[in-house]
């Protein structure tokens, strides 16, 4: 079928792009892996907790670094759960961002940290959007009758 | 002597379906490993921290008030390692000091796999150590263990 062809080459061409800007690494890959015919659903699943518990995440990161006296631990505490949990998912850019703040954490520079709030903010949409698209495309794929692609 | 159909299959699908309590922080982890678990045909509780899971397997501090037994209906634990309060390598000590829980495999997943964490949770007599992030391969065994446990 022409159209199921369209969309598979579409999916194949969004997603090496994904992880060819690093905004996906292996892990995704993994995932799939993880997911057959008994549980569909599962990467849909782990990436929906993710965004929730990621939205969670930002809010309490704000918050923590508006308070009078910034209580850095408590930060450094919710940074490694992002870098655990965008880990999991593979979500690179993420996760590295993640990594970099953390630094800053231990550093208690104050300053960085509102950097790099910013930046994992940025980055956490932009992950987001990117992975609604694909899982969209996936859904465009089974509902038009043919095969997601298996990842390399 | 008569054998009751019904509860003899009762019986076997208690045994066919192994009970696992996975504890991790991270609710993102925890989903994941919850899901896996449900997806290899176990009955899966959960728990937020070291002590929640304590409190579930009747080892909480209040020891007199602790009168469930889901201890001894739990055939694995699975933990994270770094986890705020109580460790998962605190969390493994205590399930080995309880007469009723000792004998339950205990697996530990952190994303530091440093030989001395690895060997520091064997040697506590961890039963399997998981890097994080979970891969398809490490689930794989896991599963093989369930299947083996499970019956």
Redesign the interface.
């Known amino acids: 079928m022409e159209i199921v062809g369209q969309l598979q080459k579409q999916y194949v061409d969004f997603i090496t792009s994904l992880f060819r800007e690093a905004y996906l690494d292996d892990q995704y890959v993994q995932l799939q892996k993880l997911q057959d015919d008994s549980n569909p659903e599962f990467v849909v699943e782990v990436v929906s907790i993710f965004f929730e518990d990621s939205e969670k995440l930002l809010n309490d990161l704000a918050s923590s670094l508006q308070q009078q006296v910034v209580d850095f631990k408590k930060v450094d505490g919710y940074v490694h759960q992002f870098k655990g949990s965008s880990s999991s998912v593979g979500a690179q850019r993420v996760k590295n961002a993640c990594v970099d703040f953390k630094n800053f954490c231990e550093e208690k520079n104050l300053d960085g940290c509102l950097r790099f709030l910013n930046l994992v903010k940025q980055e956490f949409y932009l992950v987001k959007n990117k992975l609604e698209t694909l899982l969209r495309l996936e859904q465009q794929i089974l509902q038009a009758g043919g095969m997601v692609p298996p990842l390399e | 002597m008569e054998v009751d159909g019904s509860s003899t299959k009762g019986l076997l699908n208690h045994i066919e379906k192994p009970h696992v309590l996975a504890v991790d922080?991270?609710?993102?982890?925890l989903?994941?490993v919850e899901?896996?678990l449900k997806?290899s045909s176990c009955k899966v509780t959960t728990a937020e921290n070291g002590l929640m899971a304590l409190e579930y397997l009747g080892l909480g501090n209040d020891k007199q008030g602790s009168l469930n037994d889901n201890g001894s209906k739990v055939n694995l634990i699975i933990t994270d390692y770094?986890m705020?309060g109580m460790t998962g390598y605190e969390l493994l000590k205590k399930i080995k000091e309880s007469s009723v829980m000792k004998n339950v495999p205990v697996v530990i997943m952190s994303?530091e796999n440093t030989p001395t964490r690895i060997n520091k949770c064997l040697e506590e007599g961890a039963h399997m150590f998981i890097p994080?992030?979970?891969?398809?391969s490490d689930?794989k065994k896991l599963r093989c263990q369930l299947m083996q446990w499970g019956n």
Request: glycine share 0%.
């Open positions: 922080d991270n609710l993102t982890d989903k994941l899901t896996l997806n770094c705020p994303s994080k992030p979970l891969k398809y689930v």
